[in-house]
């Protein structure tokens, strides 16, 4: 059994900043971010929590999705994974990360963007597990701006687009599929509560997950479906470099004001999701939106 002194030791290790500097254009690729991200988890012990389940989880090519995923098959749970096309690559390393479990494994890229895909992706995630338990939204659109007069309506709509009316048309594709003891988990975020003075569009976003996450949970209540969202910290994820309103300089030092004084690792984010997942944890919690914000505190 690890002692005291051994967990502690392992959070030492956490990568810290300063990283290299870097920047990659387009979404990013979690091959090329240094250090790699961690998303193995190898702490973690699996129950069979989600045994049989079927999850659908959006933006699982690298970060957060992608951890996520992997605990999610470590615990039992067949798998459809959204991304975009340009992330195939990541996708095809979660895939093979995934598949380890002894789980399915369905890549299913699109642009969640359009209103379309979002009904579509469900329809076919139902066809391809035989049904659906367990949605997880989680993929995002984020770029810094010095002031809210660079903030062009078409980022905004982008912006908008992705976190948050998918989430919404997920959920309300996906309503009818889901049965009693079904969970929906979005992945909202610290500025959602805190707010970012260079994000002004992405933190909306995650205030409108937020709240619509509360609004959704309340109706879904008396049918059995719990509906919640997890609001991380800053998170070492391809996310980063592939700001454009985040120089290089600025990546390397992401995360150092945090008062943990680095960003977490998605492992340390995934187990949440499971949680949350899982009925056997969390069967009493719907509405919650929980803070994993490395010792930022707020009762928003």
Same mark, same amino acid.
């Given at each position: 059994?690890?002692?005291?002194?051994?967990?502690?030791?392992?959070?030492?290790?956490?990568?810290?900043?300063?990283?290299?500097?870097?920047?990659?254009?387009?979404?990013?690729?979690?091959?090329?971010?240094?250090?790699?991200?961690?998303?193995?988890?190898?702490?973690?012990? #699996?129950?069979?929590? *989600? &045994?049989?389940?079927? =999850?659908? $989880?959006?933006?699982?090519?690298?970060?957060?999705?992608?951890?996520? %995923?992997?605990?999610?098959?470590?615990?039992?749970?067949?798998?459809?994974?959204?991304?975009?096309?340009?992330?195939?690559?990541?996708?095809?390393?979660?895939?093979?990360?995934?598949?380890?479990?002894?789980?399915?494994?369905?890549?299913?890229?699109?642009?969640?963007?359009?209103?379309?895909?979002?009904?579509?992706?469900?329809?076919?995630?139902?066809?391809?597990?035989?049904?659906?338990?367990?949605?997880?939204?989680?993929?995002?659109?984020?770029?810094?701006?010095?002031?809210?007069?660079?903030?062009?309506?078409?980022?905004?709509?982008?912006?908008?687009?992705?976190?948050?009316?998918?989430?919404?048309?997920?959920?309300?594709? #996906?309503?009818?599929? *889901? &049965?009693?003891?079904? =969970?929906? $988990?979005?992945?909202?975020?610290?500025?959602?509560?805190?707010?970012? %003075?260079?994000?002004?569009?992405?933190?909306?976003?995650?205030?409108?997950?937020?709240?619509?996450?509360?609004?959704?949970?309340?109706?879904?209540?008396?049918?059995?479906?719990?509906?919640?969202?997890?609001?991380?910290?800053?998170?070492?994820?391809?996310?980063?470099?592939?700001?454009?309103?985040?120089?290089?300089?600025?990546?390397?030092?992401?995360?150092?004001?945090?008062?943990?004084?680095?960003?977490?690792?998605?492992?340390?984010?995934?187990?949440?999701?499971?949680?949350?997942?899982?009925?056997?944890?969390?069967?009493?919690?719907?509405?919650?939106?929980?803070?994993?914000?490395?010792?930022?505190?707020?009762?928003?």
């Amino acid at each position: 059994m690890a002692t005291n002194g051994t967990h502690k030791a392992d959070a030492q290790r956490k990568p810290r900043p300063p990283f290299p500097a870097q920047h990659q254009d387009g979404t990013g690729e979690e091959s090329k971010l240094e250090p790699r991200p961690r998303f193995e988890a190898p702490e973690y012990r #699996a129950a069979g929590k *989600l &045994k049989g389940r079927k =999850a659908l $989880i959006t933006g699982a090519d690298s970060g957060i999705g992608r951890a996520v %995923a992997v605990l999610f098959a470590r615990e039992g749970a067949d798998l459809v994974l959204s991304y975009l096309p340009q992330e195939q690559a990541d996708a095809e390393e979660t895939r093979r990360a995934v598949e380890r479990a002894g789980v399915q494994c369905h890549l299913l890229p699109g642009d969640l963007s359009e209103a379309q895909f979002c009904t579509a992706l469900v329809e076919a995630a139902v066809r391809k597990l035989g049904g659906l338990d367990l949605l997880v939204s989680n993929a995002a659109h984020q770029s810094r701006k010095e002031s809210l007069d660079k903030l062009t309506d078409e980022e905004l709509e982008h912006t908008f687009q992705t976190n948050i009316f998918a989430y919404i048309r997920l959920a309300r594709a #996906a309503l009818p599929h *889901l &049965k009693p003891g079904a =969970a929906i $988990i979005a992945t909202s975020s610290e500025t959602g509560i805190l707010g970012s %003075a260079k994000l002004p569009d992405y933190s909306a976003t995650k205030g409108a997950i937020n709240a619509f996450t509360k609004t959704l949970a309340q109706e879904l209540v008396s049918k059995g479906i719990r509906v919640n969202a997890v609001a991380p910290g800053p998170v070492w994820t391809p996310l980063n470099p592939s700001d454009a309103g985040l120089p290089p300089e600025k990546v390397s030092e992401f995360g150092k004001q945090n008062p943990s004084g680095r960003p977490a690792q998605p492992e340390e984010l995934a187990p949440a999701y499971v949680f949350l997942a899982s009925n056997a944890d969390s069967s009493y919690i719907t509405g919650t939106v929980l803070q994993v914000m490395g010792g930022q505190t707020s009762g928003g």
